[in-house]
């Protein structure tokens, strides 16, 4: 199991994942925003956010 964070401003709200191997997207169901995108680090259960 992974636990994938999208921030706290997101609590609750129902998303959709895509899923392609490894990168995953997080969406937003009622606005369609993309809350993160990221590739999967199979060797972490959580995978973090990275500040840019």
């Known amino acids: 199991m992974h636990h994938i ?5 997101h609590k609750g ?7 392609d191997d490894l990168d995953i ?7 369609g925003e ?3 995108a990221f590739t999967l680090n199979p060797s ?5 956010r990275f500040k840019t």
């Open 5 to 9: 964070g999208v921030g706290r401003a």
């Open 13 to 19: 709200q129902a998303v959709i994942l895509f899923i």
């Open 25 to 31: 997207s997080v969406i937003a169901t009622d606005t």
């Open 34 to 36: 993309l809350l993160r």
């Open 44 to 48: 972490r259960g959580y995978q973090p």
